[in-house]
């Protein structure tokens, strides 16, 4: 097939910042795309074809928009799963798949999928509804503390809660969800993983994620992870089995703990281009972006290698601020050795929103950690 200054067209299922980055690489090779997303200021606006405006959990919607175009994906997993199986059975290529997006979009499913195949996982047990899990802890057959996750429509950690004492459950919504042991580790780590249409799979280094303690947002993602090899070779071979075992068509991040005694235990997985992979533009031979695009054409895949060690630093909205942003000391950072920001071009900020990352490469490790730091420190994403 001829995906290259042709009439094949790729569609893509949310207009986020990174659907925005995905597309800096269809513009790279001529792809011609097409977006659906529901907000009209959505970051890939100016950088695709075709803005499609409507909702991503309508059926309608995703399939009207779905049934012309060659290959549909995603940049976020909240989609009409009903339509994109009709699409599917259409003919249309939906990558990731149907079949592994629905155990990837509910929590529960996800889980119990690593338990059937063997991926080491924190314990749980799945609730219908939150208002079960007192019984449960009254009648001895839960412990507290547990981290409570919603099965569905969690995002960057709002979905999820540790659980103390009883009382802590009293303000979540009363959904589908799971309890799961508090695991203590010592590293959040993530390894991507692409997968060609054909089989071919790749993995990059591992990365290692520094998290925001409130917001539970990462703060810093380190590439590569600060880890001995034997732990980096069992992250990327747990990480290639779930690949595999989910038969994923396209990048599958997979997150990870590290426990004090050095297990990998798989806490989950996106099947998308990940804020974990973000330094993958600057700081390796291909990014992820591109990887994801070479993926779902069942093209060759590239090399995962870094080029460079590199550092991203999420830039989020700052506390106390909401309305048109600002982003303030933008000078000072540039003037750091081997900075680059990126953009996304989200008009309004409010507390801890993405609004753009950081990327700081260096032969150094020891040093993108340092400029990393002061890039943090400098920068401030305000309101006027
Ligand atoms: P989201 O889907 O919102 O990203 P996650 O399941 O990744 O939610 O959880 C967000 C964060 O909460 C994790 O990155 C980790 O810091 C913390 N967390 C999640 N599960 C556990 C657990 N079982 N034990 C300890 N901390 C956890």
């Known amino acids: 097939m001829n995906y290259f200054s042709s009439n094949f067209k790729l569609g893509i299922l949310g207009g986020g910042q990174l659907g925005k980055m995905m ?63 009709k699409l599917e059975d259409e003919g249309v290529k939906v990558y990731p798949p149907t079949k592994a997006l629905k155990i990837i979009q509910n929590k529960a499913t996800q889980k119990l999928f690593y338990t059937d195949n063997t991926i080491p996982t924190a314990a ?42 009883i009382e802590d459950l009293n303000n979540l919504p009363n959904v589908e969800c799971i309890a ?45 992870a600060r880890i001995n090899e034997d732990v980096a070779k069992k992250a990327q071979e747990i990480a290639l089995k779930v690949s595999n075992k989910i038969q994923q068509v396209g990048l599958l991040a997979v997150e990870m703990f590290q426990t004090e005694d050095d297990q990998i ?57 909401t309305g048109d942003v600002v982003y303030k000391n933008m000078e ?14 989200k008009k309004q900020t409010r507390p801890f929103r993405k609004m753009g990352h950081v990327t700081i490469v260096n032969k150094d490790l020891k040093k993108a950690r340092a400029i990393a730091q002061k890039v943090k420190e400098t920068i401030k994403v305000i309101s006027k």
């Not at 097409?34 to 991503?56: H, M, Q, R, T």
């Not at 990059?204 to 947002?217: D, T």
């Not at 000072?332 to 071009?345: A, F, M, Q, R």
């Open 180 to 224: 799961e042991e508090m695991v203590p580790f010592k590293n959040e780590l993530s390894v991507i993983v692409a997968r060609s249409a054909s089989g071919e799979v790749v993995t990059y280094p591992v990365v290692e994620m520094e998290f925001h303690p409130e917001a539970n947002q990462v703060e810093y993602v380190i590439c590569p």
């Open 265 to 321: 235990l798989v806490n989950e997985v996106a099947p998308r281009p990940h804020n974990s992979g973000h330094q993958t533009i600057e700081a390796s031979y291909t990014n992820q972006f591109e990887q994801h695009i070479r993926a779902i054409l069942n093209l060759p895949l590239g090399n995962t290698e870094n080029k460079v060690p590199g550092i991203m630093v999420n830039l989020v909205g700052a506390e106390g601020h």
């Open 23 to 85: 597309l800096y690489e269809t513009r790279k090779l001529d792809i011609y795309t097409k977006v659906l997303e529901s907000s009209k200021d959505a970051p890939c606006k100016i950088a695709c074809n075709e803005f499609v405006l409507g909702d991503l959990l309508d059926y309608d919607a995703v399939y009207n928009f779905g049934k012309n175009v060659d290959v549909l994906t995603i940049e976020i997993e909240n989609v009409n799963i009903k339509a994109l199986e």
């Open 332 to 345: 000072n950072i540039l003037k750091l050795e081997g900075v680059t920001p990126h953009i996304y071009g």
């Open 124 to 165: 749980f047990s799945r609730f219908a509804y939150t208002s079960e899990i007192k019984d449960s802890i009254e009648n001895g057959g839960l412990k507290l503390p547990f981290v409570w996750k919603a099965a569905q429509f969690g995002y960057d950690g709002q979905g999820v809660k540790v659980v103390r004492q």
